[in-house]
């Protein structure tokens, strides 16, 4: 019974704001059950009455009138009950999902570098469907047990025999103990199930966002082989609650039988003791099998109650993570239009390493320029990228935005100055417009065309079969890496941010097509913040400064002239990369 006050508690909160629906579920409810242990009583008065001989074509007209009209009032008050409890189930599944989904939106990097995916989705389904299961079907569970229960034995117990009536219950406390030894055992082994099932989840995920590299290195054999052992022990986990359930079933039948064996042998010793009436025997046997729902729903009371117990506690495990990325309490408004981007003296770490990623960072970029970020894989680019949009929280140094550290802005506010194309190309299953417009839901025709102009992204629209309204992403046709590219260039470019960053994202078109997008970016963005990271060091020629980053530092800094006149790491590379085009010209 702990379980099911321990679960109660939990969803209170639900139970309060819906209270008057619940007022009414219950009402109903009862009302059923009321109904429902009528008709035996009328079966007996009838039988005696032919038992005593005295009835009679009205007395009989009566019984069948009453009967279908209390059959009629069951089936209104059923609907109703049934309409209101489990509507109320589904509507906590929506109101706990959204929450859940909202959560998930603020979360931090540092939260997706912690729990992992299929882990996340398992707690959004089959969780939070158990959880349901206890505001619709455990309060249906709770009440029948209760008072659906209290008024059969009444109904045997007054209007019956009390003596016959405890005999016959004398298999019942089984029952009870029954439930409390399966009860617990049904709590872990579910855990334990669901466990697997989130384990299950994560590796079929990982095998299928994978597939192509998994082939690559013909690795199936090994992929196959791991996901069998995941099934497997999904499998065994599922087998031993079915096998802790499938104890249950027989176990209620048994006692029944032997209650229903009580009930028959010593029900005829009394009516031949004139101690009860043929009609009450039949009764008292029909009421003894109705007893079997309320028994059985208080062991399915623990039961859903231990389940969704489990299930919440994994959810709110989750909801209870916070966002490292703490909002300001007041925060400051920084306007719409940027002015300044300031780095200093930024180191970061992520939390699960244990270098620097970036040390002591220093810029300053003025509306309108440029800026470029060079330097070898894992140097630190990205890093840089991701502080600016307040991905991580910043413990050493500061960003300021117009003069304000970003810390003291709300995450939305920042955010919102950043067109940002990331190195992994990021396509969601629609049509190729949808995904151009992904930041600009109202973009009219011409804006979208614009947008595939300046990412010189035209040419490719054409070799689609239906153009831009050609399906893309999950099951979509596949575009090339260049292409993708190209289009999430269009994608940044047609919310015409404050300041567009490109995180490498130039490395998959040709010398060419990387001038024509640039030549585009600075025409249509004169007055406008970018910030360009690249390997090719061509793409970030023009820009007003360029740092070069080595082990997370700025080893060198300036612009192409000054950095070419330096002699260091970016003279030598960007001699060397011209060399490498010239050859592949030739
Ligand atoms: P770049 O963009 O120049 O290739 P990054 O900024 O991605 O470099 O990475 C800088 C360093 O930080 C690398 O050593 C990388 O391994 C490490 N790093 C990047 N992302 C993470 C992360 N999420 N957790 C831990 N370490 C990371």
Redesign the pocket.
Known sequence: MIIVFSMFKKIGWYLKENWVRYLFAITFLNFASLVSVIPPKLLEKGIDQIVNKSLTKQSLWLLIIILVAITLFGYIVSYAWNYLLFGAGIKLEYTIRKRYFRHLLKMD?TFY?KNIVGDLMARATSDLNAVSMTAGYGILTLVDSIVYLLMILFMMFYTISYKLTLASLIPIPFIVLGVRILGDKIHKAYSESQNAFSELNNKVLESVTGVRVVRAYVQEHEDIKRLDESSINAYNKNLKLVRINALFDPFFRLVFTLANTIAFSYGTYLVLHQDLTPGQLVSFVIYLGMLGWPMFALGDLVNIMSRGNASYDRIDNIMKQKSEIIEPENPVDVGQTLQSLEFRNVSFQ????E?Y??KNINFKLERGKTLGIV????????????QMLKQYRLKEGEVLINGVNINDINTKDVRKFFGYVP?EHILFTGTVKKNIAFGKKDATDEEIEEAIDLASFRKDISFLDEGLDTIVGEQGVTLSGGQKQRLAIARAMITNPEVLIL??SLSAVDGTTEKEILRNIKRVRKNKTTVI?AHRLSAVEHADEIIV?AD?EIIERGNHEQLMALNGWYSKQYIHQQMLEKRGGE
Do not use: H
């Not at 992520?350 to 390493?353: F, H, I």
């Not at 330097?375 to 991701?386: E, N």
């Open positions: 990097n570098e992520y939390p699960n390493s270098f990623a970036i330097g070898k894989t894992g140097s630190g680019k990205t890093t840089i990228i991701r190195q995180d490498d990271v980053l997370g």
